[in-house]
Nanobody, 125 residues
Framework: QVQLVESGGGSVQSGGSLRLSCAVSGVDSSVDCMGWFRQVPGKEREGVAR???????KYLDLVKGRFTISQDSAKNTLYLQMNNLQPEDTAMYYC???????????????????WGQGTQVTVAS
């Protein structure tokens, strides 16, 4: 059974940093792509960053140069380092995993089958 548990959210001032973590368990070789998504009330969930089994990454244009996705296979943990946070980054952030299919960078949100419960990030101006 796949379980994803996020942590590391919180409240910061504009320009601050946070590192989100996602503890992963129950994932086997059928999963080839991990990602971070975010959602604010009344808006669709959007992909922030993703990383494939080959280490390739893809970022939302709005976060390029500020956010970095990484994974520690030994610790079974996915990370999202977020620097220079802005008020528009305020959202609930979710960790997700997708089984093999389309290339990681091309997978639509609907292909991410496993989701964590989310962690709230709030950035004050």
């Amino acid at each position: 059974q796949v379980q994803l548990v996020e942590s590391g959210g919180g409240s910061v001032q504009s320009g601050g940093s946070l590192r989100l973590s996602c503890a992963v368990s129950g994932v086997d070789s059928s999963v080839d792509c991990m990602g971070w998504f975010r959602q604010v009330p009344g808006k669709e969930r959007e992909g922030v960053a993703r990383i494939g089994i080959d280490g390739s990454t893809k970022y939302l244009d709005l976060v390029k140069g500020r956010f970095t996705i990484s994974q520690d296979s030994a610790k079974n943990t996915l990370y999202l380092q977020m620097n220079n946070l802005q008020p528009e980054d305020t959202a609930m952030y979710y960790c997700a995993a997708a089984p093999r299919g389309l290339l990681c960078r091309w997978k639509p949100t609907s292909e991410f089958r496993y989701w964590g419960q989310g962690t709230q990030v709030t950035v004050a101006s």
